[in-house]
């Protein structure tokens, strides 16, 4: 077997293998999120402070209760504890989705979705470290472990540009219908055009 066959053998592991294609479709919507909420604050009508405000609104809960989500993760079935949080991180998201296209999000309700996002991945993070031992064999954690890594580096920048793309797929018909009505009131204007 070659050496990079040999890389790829933990993911022969069925169990392992579900929850790292699992992982990696999760990391690419979280860095698609986190690209896209600066816009979506900026959308309506937020400043550069409302964004650090959003983004610190998931970061500080995380990161102040981490300990207590990995004491939880210790405690509890892992694959429950991951489950549950991304049912509820799906709900956030629709909720966040459903205010924002219905105009009628705040930026504090955006604070408050990221508020109980960022607990609640701070219950995820330590299930998922923990869950890994338990789904690959001792001979293969390393391995598994390097696979990890790197699916964290490509779903982050797959997510950050897909995130990038799609920010400006929806801003390019708002530019376009901004440059046709400028256009069409220099027009209107007399000496213009």
Excluded: H
């Excluded at 069925?14 to 690419?28: D, H, I, N």
């Excluded at 860095?31 to 650090?52: E, H, K, Q, R």
């Amino acid at each position: 077997m070659s050496g990079f066959a040999d890389s790829l053998a933990a993911l022969r592991e069925p169990e392992f293998r579900k929850l790292f294609l699992g992982q990696a479709a999760s990391v690419v919507g979280s860095m698609l999120t986190i690209v896209a909420l600066p816009f979506a604050v900026l959308g309506i009508g937020g400043s550069a402070t409302d964004i650090g405000v959003v983004e610190a609104a998931y970061f500080l809960p995380m990161v102040l209760m981490v300990a207590v989500g990995g004491v939880w993760a210790d405690r509890l079935d892992r694959r429950k504890v991951m489950l549950a949080v991304d049912l509820v991180r799906t709900a956030l998201q629709s909720i966040a989705a459903g205010l924002l296209l219905a105009g009628l999000a705040e930026v504090w309700m955006l604070v408050a979705l990221q508020v109980v996002a960022g607990v609640g991945d701070a219950f995820f993070r330590p299930a998922y470290t923990g869950l890994v031992p338990q789904v690959v064999s001792a001979a293969r954690l390393q391995q598994a472990n390097a696979l990890q890594g790197l699916v964290q580096s490509g779903s982050i920048t797959l997510g950050a540009a897909t995130g990038g793309l799609l920010v400006a797929a929806m801003a390019r018909p708002a530019s376009s219908r901004t440059f046709a009505s400028a256009g069409a009131s220099s027009r209107a204007t007399p000496g213009c055009g």
